[in-house]
Nanobody
Framework: QVQLVESGGGLVQPGGSRRLSCAVS????????IGWFRQGPGKEREIVAA????????YYADSVKGRFTISRDNAKNAVYLQMNSLKPEDTAIYYC????????????????WGHGTQVTVSS
């Protein structure tokens, strides 16, 4: 089974940066996709960024392109989301998640996810 634990959230000023981490265990299939989704108060769940297991493909939501970067450290079994130029609209609970297919990830269909970490962007 796959387990994911997010960390790194907190309060950040608009224009600031934050780095989220996701500790992953049990991620063994080459066909799995890992990514981040978020859900703000009163908003629908949104896939933010995703990466295929082998790293040959990445996806970013239009709302975060040029500001967020997904990366991984295979040695540490960790996935990261570097968030720059943060906006109040980025305020949400951020979750890392896995899907069997990239299409499923983009469609909000996740196989596993963590408990999330709160990111609040405010002055």
């Amino acid at each position: 089974q796959v387990q994911l634990v997010e960390s790194g959230g907190g309060l950040v000023q608009p224009g600031g940066s934050r780095r989220l981490s996701c500790a992953v265990s049990g991620f063994t299939s080459d066909y799995y996709v890992i990514g981040w989704f978020r859900q703000g108060p009163g908003k629908e769940r949104e896939i933010v960024a995703a990466m295929s297991y082998e790293g040959q493909y990445t996806y970013y939501a239009d709302s975060v392109k040029g500001r967020f970067t997904i990366s991984r450290d295979n040695a540490k079994n960790a996935v990261y989301l570097q968030m720059n130029s943060l906006k109040p609209e980025d305020t949400a609970i951020y979750y890392c998640a896995t899907s069997f297919r990239m299409a499923s990830m983009m469609n909000g269909e996740y196989d596993y996810w963590g408990h999330g970490t709160q990111v609040t962007v405010s002055s």
